[in-house]
């Protein structure tokens, strides 16, 4: 009995204390540097889930489902890469308080046009400073003017060469 209570003080020493298994050859300082981007990947996988809406999914074989882990991280990359510029370009308004992804993703989703018959499109959405600078680093100006056919053809193919 004496020993079984040595062992249970011996381990309330390590109480607080997280430990972490890799099979990385590593340094443990970059490990743990790694792993301290933890909460944000979380939180990307929840915006994922959420607002691009990608469950429930259905899938059971294994190609498949890499592949659809694949699309979602794609997606990601390129929400952190575009969320990355609009800071790089625009510092002053995300000095304080960084461009949260899941706004990011709205106000992508809701970049809506209307067509009218023989003119064109019109813009449909609410104009921020948001889609102002989205349209600055597209060198495009969709808000201000109905577009031609032509026109957004040619802005779909500028999007598409990229």
Known sequence: ???DQKAITADQRFDGF??????????AAD??????????IEH?????K????ARPVYL?????????FLVCFLAL???????????????EAYKEHPLAVDQLIDTLQNLRFGQIQGLGYVPMFQRTSLTDQLQELAGV??????????????????VNKG
């Open 1 to 3: 009995m004496a020993l």
């Open 31 to 40: 490990v743990l540097r790694a792993r301290s981007f933890h909460h944000e």
């Open 44 to 48: 990307l996988f929840r915006t994922t």
């Open 141 to 158: 100006e969709v808000n201000k003017q109905i577009i031609t056919k032509a026109a957004m053809n040619a802005f779909y193919r500028k």
């Open 18 to 27: 997280y430990a972490y298994g890799t099979s990385l050859d590593d340094d």
């Open 60 to 68: 059971s074989r294994q190609d498949r489902i890499r592949s659809h």
């Open 77 to 91: 990359l390129l929400l952190k890469l575009l969320q990355k510029q609009l800071a790089d370009s625009f510092p």
């Open 50 to 53: 959420t607002h691009l809406e």
